[in-house]
């Protein structure tokens, strides 16, 4: 594995980025953050509609699709250095059409959709004309096992009729949304609980879809997500509206969470990093006690651990990407699980000391560290919680060492038998003084 990509092309489109970052993304950061709070979540923001046309004749469009036709081609790890590059401000996802839900939306019609759905909602997704929505979470049940999502998907003749109340729905606000990919049962009575759900395009204009109200996200609407509630009642589509079919809505969550997941925590790494440099800017500029407050021990130690858990971070993260490239999302499993943990925990901590360091200034939105801290926090919920990850971490773990031998790795935990006691206290430094009635 290497550690950086060598590719021409990459650092081609890393070099134009970072240029477009500094150009367009940071000067027009708090007019984002203005247009946000005012407009509210039901609105769009004009100024990512202006820097739209802007990044696609920059030729940074759809960088995460690895489709050459339909994006820029790029493997998970070409991918990484650019998708951080994008983290580092959270405007500029989709400015570059590089956002969730889309993404994850338009890869899973890619992977899964049939020819009349890729024209219908794929193409106009990868143009950038309508944004969408996914639903899975619900609020009266613990959707972290997704086994219990309850939403009936029900075949009448050439229809479904969908029944049920969604929460923390992104994108749903979004004028600009007309599709939801929605997570529901259509095999309730399947023995395999994981062959009960399908999942469904639901257009948004559909009769029986009511987005009911906007949710913050840690008292933030639309900045850094537009998470919703939706209530699906009697709401009635073509059955050619399933993606692959009934029964298969865990074959495809697993396909459509593994990039998902990996975008969010190259993304996180590079909020991080911005975070990083504001805290050591701020604290060597400021003075306490006599001295920099960069210079005060306790500042020290938490660039120090900053910059380790970050490098940390980092590089598992493109083992993860370099893993999916090589042996797939399942062979990719477990890393992809660690960095779902590590990074938004890395995340939390590094901004919550940026914080600290600005005093009460960090509590605001003038260098955006509590949008940055919600989103960091977010993302230890969103595509699965910690606890979950750790399970699934913790299960692979245990049958990778089931399927070894300890005798050739050294690994093992077993109690030694009495014949290996005896030959341990027979030239232990200190034997017993009866230590002829022990070895008879």
């Known amino acids: 594995?290497?550690?950086?990509?060598?590719?021409?092309?990459?650092?081609?489109?890393?070099?134009?980025?970072?240029?477009?970052?500094?150009?367009?993304?940071?000067?027009?950061?708090?007019?984002?953050?203005?247009?946000?709070?005012?407009?509210?979540?039901?609105?769009?923001?004009?100024?990512?509609?202006?820097?739209k046309p802007l990044a696609r004749a920059a030729g940074?469009?759809?960088?995460?699709?690895?489709?050459?036709?339909?994006?820029?081609?790029?493997?998970?790890?070409?991918?990484?250095?650019?998708?951080?590059?994008?983290?580092?401000?959270?405007?500029?996802?989709?400015?570059?059409?590089?956002?969730?839900?889309?993404?994850?939306?338009?890869?899973?019609?890619?992977?899964?959709?049939?020819?009349?759905?890729?024209?219908?909602?794929?193409?106009?997704?990868?143009?950038?004309?309508?944004?969408?929505?996914?639903?899975?979470?619900?609020?009266?049940?613990?959707?972290?096992?997704?086994?219990?999502?309850?939403t009936s998907i029900v075949r009448h003749g050439d229809e479904y009729?969908?029944?049920?109340?969604?929460?923390?729905?992104?994108?749903?606000?979004?004028?600009?949304?007309?599709?939801?990919?929605?997570?529901?049962?259509?095999?309730?009575?399947?023995?395999?609980?994981?062959?009960?759900?399908?999942?469904?395009?639901?257009?948004?204009?559909?009769?029986?879809?009511?987005?009911?109200?906007?949710?913050?996200?840690?008292?933030?609407?639309?900045?850094?997500?537009?998470?919703?509630?939706?209530?699906?009642?009697?709401?009635?589509v073509p059955v050619d509206h399933i993606l692959l079919g009934e029964g298969r809505g865990f074959e495809i969550a697993q396909g459509r969470l593994g990039p998902g997941r990996i975008h969010h925590c190259m993304r996180l790494i590079g909020l991080a990093e911005r975070c990083l440099e504001r805290m050591c800017r701020r604290t060597s500029s400021r003075t306490t006690f006599g001295k920099p407050v960069a210079d005060q021990t306790v500042t020290l130690e938490r660039i120090a651990e900053a910059r380790i858990s970050i490098e940390q971070a980092r590089l598992l993260t493109l083992k993860a990407a370099w893993m999916m490239d090589k042996v797939g999302n399942k062979g990719a499993m477990q890393e992809i699980a660690m960095i779902k943990v590590s990074a938004p925990l890395m995340a939390e901590r590094v901004i919550d000391w940026t914080i600290q360091a600005f005093g009460g200034g960090g509590t605001n939105d003038d260098h955006f560290l509590g949008a940055a801290f919600a989103t960091a926090r977010l993302l230890r919920l969103a595509d699965g919680p910690d606890e979950v990850h750790r399970n699934q971490i913790g299960r692979l773990e245990l049958k990778r060492h089931r399927q070894t031998d300890s005798l050739q790795t050294g690994g093992g935990g077993e109690v030694l038998s009495r014949e290996e006691a005896r030959a341990v206290a027979s030239t232990n430094r200190w034997p017993p003084p009866d230590h002829g009635r022990i070895t008879q």
């Open 161 to 236: 009729v969908i029944n049920g109340r969604k929460w923390y729905t992104t994108g749903a606000t979004d004028p600009r949304c007309e599709v939801l990919i929605v997570m529901g049962k259509t095999n309730p009575n399947d023995t395999n609980r994981h062959s009960q759900h399908a999942m469904i395009l639901v257009p948004k204009a559909t009769t029986g879809v009511t987005v009911v109200r906007p949710l913050p996200v840690l008292g933030y609407y639309g900045v850094p997500d537009r998470a919703s509630e939706v209530w699906l009642e009697d709401v009635r």
């Open 60 to 150: 940074l469009w759809n960088l995460f699709m690895p489709d050459s036709i339909h994006g820029a081609g790029l493997s998970n790890f070409d991918y990484a250095p650019l998708c951080e590059i994008m983290g580092r401000s959270l405007l500029a996802p989709e400015v570059f059409n590089c956002s969730a839900p889309d993404t994850g939306n338009m890869e899973t019609l890619h992977r899964y959709g049939s020819e009349a759905q890729k024209s219908r909602w794929l193409e106009p997704l990868l143009a950038g004309k309508i944004r969408s929505a996914f639903a899975m979470t619900e609020p009266e049940v613990a959707s972290s096992d997704a086994t219990n999502i309850s």
């Open 1 to 51: 594995m290497e550690f950086c990509s060598t590719s021409p092309r990459v650092e081609q489109l890393r070099t134009r980025l970072l240029a477009f970052m500094t150009q367009h993304i940071y000067p027009n950061e708090r007019r984002f953050f203005s247009e946000a709070e005012r407009y509210g979540p039901w609105a769009v923001n004009s100024v990512t509609e202006e820097l």
